[in-house]
T-cell receptor, first 114, second 111 residues
């Protein structure tokens, strides 16, 4: 049973370009969470999605950031017109629809904006 | 918001015992998690406490006092591979993966 898969592991973008980060949850998991980790900072929640629904986007910046989790395929975190301050590690986590267990994290995508 | 505090750095020697403390202030508390994160890697789950008391899992134990807003992670028989960042995280409400993290404690284990 493969874990949470994120790609790419490393992504370099020039200022003003778009970044697309992908996350495939663990098999049987239908809930996806995106977190951002800035250097020397803790993980910060961004958005919580279920298939075709955004449940909680209270941690998402109001502009340039969007997320989706389509019926088929991975969850996508999209950052438009990237700026240097977007450079960070972006982690995805997934959990099953019910029960009392932990969320499992992927290995992250390290975005560098040059 | 949530205030989750843990020390920034700790050091210890192989074979020793280390205790990493975490204090928190939050409403709607529904569990405290400890994760281990090696540099450049995914956070991996270590322990979960929702009731007061001690949970033991091999060399790792975690304690929770809800009335004091306090938890600790205890690592015994330290090994070099335990050098990592240890993340304390609080869950509010029922959403499994909606966690509030501290900044992490960087533990260095010396030979």
């Amino acid at each position: 049973n493969a874990g949470v898969m994120q790609n790419p592991r490393h992504l370099v973008r020039r200022r003003g370009q778009e970044a697309r980060l992908r996350c495939s949850p663990m098999k049987g998991h239908s809930h996806v969470y995106w977190y951002r980790q800035l250097p020397e900072e803790g993980l910060k929640f961004m958005v919580y999605l279920q298939k075709e629904n955004i449940i909680d986007e209270s941690g998402m910046p109001k502009e340039r950031f969007s997320a989706e989790f389509p019926k088929e395929g991975p969850s996508i975190l999209r950052i438009q017109q990237v700026v240097r301050g977007d450079s960070a590690a972006y982690f995805c986590a997934s959990s099953p629809p019910g029960g009392d267990t932990e969320a499992f994290f992927g290995q992250g995508t390290r975005l560098t904006v040059v | 918001g949530q205030n989750i505090d843990q020390p920034t750095e700790m050091t210890a020697t192989e074979g020793a015992i280390v205790q990493i403390n975490c204090t928190y202030q939050t409403s709607g508390f529904n569990g405290l998690f400890w994760y281990q994160q090696h540099a450049g890697e995914a956070p991996t789950f270590l322990s979960y406490n929702v009731l007061d008391g001690l949970e033991e899992k091999g060399r790792f134990s975690s304690f929770l006092s809800r009335s004091k807003g306090y938890s600790y992670l205890l690592l015994k028989e330290l090994q070099m591979k335990d050098s990592a960042s240890y993340l304390c995280a609080v869950r509010r409400g029922s959403t499994l993966g909606r966690l509030y993290f501290g900044r992490g404690t960087q533990l260095t284990v010396w030979p």
